[in-house]
């Protein structure tokens, strides 16, 4: 089933993971659904990418297909350090998320765009 791609950018600090916004369309149960996966596609892309000397680290997700069973993500991170205003380090990752919420395939590049 397709859906219109949803484009949702959200800023966190290294500290602590963001309360993520939600796309309108869809229902509370999708939403919730939604937002755990993008939640642990975001802890995955943690555990891969390297956050040393950041003060800020910013996502950017595109949900580019809405599943029977999960979600297709594109995510693209920043990584901020306090003494610069340019991204330090960037990186393109596309997570697929079934619905219990685990990453059942990832992939994550370090990318030349922003950093």
């Known amino acids: 089933m397709m859906r219109k791609n949803t484009l949702l950018a959200l800023t966190l600090s290294v ?4 309360v993520i916004a939600a796309p ?7 939403q ?9 596609c975001i802890a995955e892309v943690a555990n891969h990418a390297n956050y040393d000397d950041a003060s800020q680290v910013r ?4 949900v580019t297909k809405r599943r029977t069973v ?17 991204a330090i380090r960037a990186y393109a990752t ?9 990453p059942v395939r990832f992939s994550i590049s370090e990318t030349d765009s922003g950093a």
């Not at 996502?59 to 595109?62: F, L, N, P, R």
């Not at 596309?94 to 685990?102: A, G, Q, S």
């Open 59 to 62: 996502h950017e997700i595109v």
């Open 15 to 18: 500290a602590a993971f963001p």
């Open 70 to 86: 999960g979600h297709k993500l594109s995510i693209e991170t920043s990584v901020y350090s306090e003494s610069s205003d340019e």
């Open 24 to 30: 309108v369309t869809a229902n509370k149960y999708e």
């Open 94 to 102: 596309k997570c697929i998320v079934y619905r219990d919420n685990k």
């Open 32 to 40: 919730a659904e939604l937002d755990m996966g993008i939640k642990s």
